[in-house]
C-alpha cells in the first residue's frame, strides 16, 4: 500500500510503514508542512496515496468524500503527548492494514475502528 504520512504523526510511523514493506512518505519531506487541508487532500488524491492524519477536519465527508480517496485514517487518541500518540498508532496499525481502506475513512478512536 501507498501511505502519506501528515504532518501531525510521529515520524517513526513512516519508518514502521516502510519496515512493514510499504511505499509511505510524509509531507514535511515534501516541503507541504502547514498547508492547506485541500492541498493535502489533493496531493493524496492525485498520488492515489491512503492518508494517516490526526486532523479532525479532513473528516469532513462533505468537503472530502471519502470515495474520491484512496484511504484516509484519521487518529483520535485521548491525549497528545508524542510518545501516547506514537503508541496509540502502533498498537492499531496492524488491524488497520487488514481493511480494505479504498475509498473509505477511518475514525480510529480508543475505543474501536469505525469505518464511513
Not at 504532518?7 to 510511523?13: A, G, S
Amino acid at each position: 500500500m501507498k501511505f502519506k504520512i501528515d504532518e501531525n504523526l510521529p515520524t517513526e510511523v513512516l519508518s514502521d510503514l516502510r519496515a512493514a514493506g510499504h511505499e509511505a512518505d510524509s509531507l514535511p519531506d515534501e516541503g507541504l508542512a502547514g498547508v492547506p487541508d485541500s492541498i493535502v487532500l489533493d496531493r493524496v488524491q492525485r498520488e492515489g496515496r491512503i492518508l494517516l492524519t490526526l486532523d479532525k477536519g479532513i473528516a469532513d465527508i462533505r468537503a472530502y468524500p471519502p470515495e474520491r480517496y484512496a484511504g484516509i485514517v484519521l487518529f483520535r487518541p485521548h491525549t497528545s503527548g508524542r510518545g501516547e500518540v506514537l503508541t496509540f498508532v502502533r498498537q492499531r496499525l496492524a488491524n488497520i492494514l487488514q481493511i480494505d481502506l479504498t475509498g473509505h475513512l477511518l475514525i480510529v478512536s480508543e475505543r474501536n475502528i469505525r469505518v464511513r
